[in-house]
């Protein structure tokens, strides 16, 4: 068990719809970062907050958008939904950027 | 040419061999380096990380790293068949943050 928790664990939506996802880092974490992984495939970086300011962005279009809050847990959301959004979103934390990050156990998504 | 390479697999060894699993990296400017390992359906999980060239052992686990040749590596020593799984290499840029995975190497250990 890592400490960071996410939710809903599995999740199934309609193209057009939109999504929030949340995840609960670690005691003591103040870094959440997002992660999408599609089957076969490693996670690939969406982006990071730290201290509730986002500090790098992948390559994702505005419609995936995210936030911190003062206790450090995070949402993601992602608007307009699209088959290919299909995929493992995880998200992971630390105590402090670049050190070493924990993934909580993910949320599967499906868009149908 | 990928970020970060991995050989994708399956990688299969006997029970009680050693597994070696490999990566290489693009950024010269990476700080630091990472081993997840993940069972199928599920998030990965961190089993080593290393900062500096040369080696870090934790148990049956080896990380090497080489600098220069852009290369780091994971040793599993006395492979057993709860080590199959995919195992993925990540690297820390040294913008801080953001890990950029390999593909991942899919490890069989048969009994």
């Known amino acids: 068990e890592t400490g960071v928790t996410q939710s809903p664990t599995h999740l199934i939506k309609t193209r057009g719809q939109q999504v929030t996802l949340r995840c609960s880092s670690q005691?003591?974490?103040?870094?959440v970062s997002w992660y999408q992984q599609a089957l076969g495939q490693g996670p690939q970086f969406i982006f990071q907050y730290y201290r509730e300011e986002e500090n790098g962005r992948g390559n994702f279009p505005p419609r995936f958008s995210g936030l911190q809050f003062p206790n450090y847990s995070s949402e993601l959301n992602v608007n307009a939904l699209e088959l290919d959004d299909s995929a493992l979103y995880l998200c992971a934390s630390s105590s402090e950027r670049g050190t070493e990050a924990f993934f909580g156990q993910g949320t599967r998504l499906t868009v149908v | 040419q990928k970020e970060v390479e991995q050989n994708s697999g399956p990688l299969s060894v006997p029970e009680g061999a050693i597994a070696s699993l490999n990566c290489t990296y693009s950024?010269?400017?990476?700080?630091?380096f990472f081993w997840y390992r993940q069972y199928s359906g599920k998030s990965p999980e961190l089993i080593m990380f290393?900062?500096?060239?040369g080696d870090k052992e934790d148990g049956r686990f080896t990380a090497q790293l080489n600098k220069a040749s852009q290369y780091v590596s994971l040793l599993i020593r006395d492979s057993q068949p709860s080590d199959s799984a995919t195992y993925l290499c990540a690297v820390n840029t040294y913008q801080g943050g953001k890990l950029i995975f390999g593909q991942g190497t899919e490890l069989s250990v048969k009994p």
């Open positions: 950024d010269r400017g990476s700080q630091s």
């Open positions: 290393i900062y500096s060239n």
């Open positions: 005691s003591g974490h103040n870094t």
